[in-house]
C-alpha cells in the first residue's frame, strides 16, 4: 500500500512534461528517485491515477463504504503491478552491471597517475573495524578515473567512474592511488584546508545512465552539484570554465 501512495505522490511531483505540478521551490528530489520515476512509464502511473480518481468521485455517490473501497483498491493493485515489475527490471539492470554512474570527487591530492583505471579488489580492513582495505582475497572491484582539473595548493577534482559497485569502493581506490577525498578522514581525507573546513566527504553523484527497461533507449539522469561541493571546489580548484 505505502509503495503506490509513495509513487503517486512522487510522479505528481515529477517536474517533467508528462506531470504538470511541479515540486517547491528550492526542492530537488534524490537522483535514484528522479530515475525510478523516469523508468517507470509514467503515462501508465498517469492512466492508473486518473481511474482512481473516476473511482472515487463515482463511488462517492453511493453509501455503501465496502463498494466505494473495491473500486479504489482495484486501481492500487494496478498501480502496484507497474511499480513492481519496474522494481524488478532495474534490480535486473543493476545486478547485471548494465547503468553507468559517473561521480565527482574533490581530492586533496591528485591520483597518480591522473588518469586511468584501477583494479583492485576490496574487503574489510582486518586492522580498522568500520574500513574498507585493497585486499588480496576481497571482492572484485574497478574504477576508471581522471583528473578533470587541479588547483594551485594540490587539491583535484576527479571523475569517477565505477564498475562495480563495492562498499566505499571510489573513497578507498582512489585514498589508494594517493588521492583521499577531502573531508573522509576514515581515508585519510583532511577536514580542514588551511581555513577552510570541509563540511563532508567531498563526493557527488553526478550521473546515471540506464537502459530503459520498456523501450530499450538508452537514459540518462543528472543531478547538480550540491552548493557545498561547489563551494569548496571553487575555493580550491577553481571556477568551471565556460
Known amino acids: 500500500m505505502m509503495r503506490w501512495l509513495l509513487l503517486l505522490l512522487v510522479a505528481l511531483a515529477w517536474p517533467g512534461p508528462a506531470v504538470t505540478q511541479s515540486m517547491p521551490a528550492g526542492v530537488e528530489l534524490p537522483l535514484e528517485v528522479r530515475m525510478a520515476v523516469r523508468v517507470l512509464n509514467i503515462t501508465r502511473i498517469q492512466e492508473v491515477q486518473r481511474e482512481i480518481s473516476a473511482a472515487v468521485e ?8 465496502a463498494l466505494r473501497f ?4 482495484a486501481g492500487t493493485e494496478r498501480l502496484d503491478l507497474v511499480a513492481a ?12 552491471g548494465g547503468p553507468e554512474k559517473t561521480y565527482l570527487a574533490l581530492c586533496a ?3 597518480e597517475p591522473p588518469e586511468g583505471r584501477i583494479d583492485a579488489p576490496l574487503g574489510r580492513d582486518p586492522l580498522r573495524p568500520g574500513r574498507r582495505a585493497v585486499t588480496p582475497g576481497g571482492d ?8 578533470l582539473a587541479t588547483g594551485p595548493g594540490g587539491a583535484a577534482l576527479v571523475e569517477a567512474r565505477p564498475e562495480t559497485g563495492r562498499t566505499h569502493q571510489i ?35 553526478l550521473r546515471l545512465e540506464i537502459d530503459h ?19 569548496v571546489r571553487d575555493a580550491l580548484v577553481g571556477p568551471p570554465v565556460p
Open 58 to 65: 463515482f463511488t462517492q455517490r453511493w453509501s455503501d463504504p
Open 70 to 73: 473495491d473500486r479504489i483498491a
Open 85 to 96: 515489475e519496474a522494481e524488478r527490471r532495474l534490480a535486473e539492470a543493476f545486478r547485471t
Open 109 to 111: 591530492r591528485a591520483p
Open 140 to 147: 572484485p572491484a574497478a574504477t576508471r578515473y581522471r583528473t
Open 171 to 205: 573513497r578507498v581506490h582512489l585514498a589508494a592511488l594517493g588521492a583521499p577525498l577531502l573531508g573522509d578522514a576514515r581515508y585519510g581525507g583532511p577536514r580542514m584546508v588551511g581555513a577552510l573546513p570541509i563540511p563532508r566527504v567531498m563526493l557527488h553523484a
Open 213 to 231: 527497461p520498456a523501450t530499450g533507449a538508452r537514459t540518462s539522469f543528472e543531478a547538480p552539484i550540491p552548493p557545498d561541493l561547489a563551494g
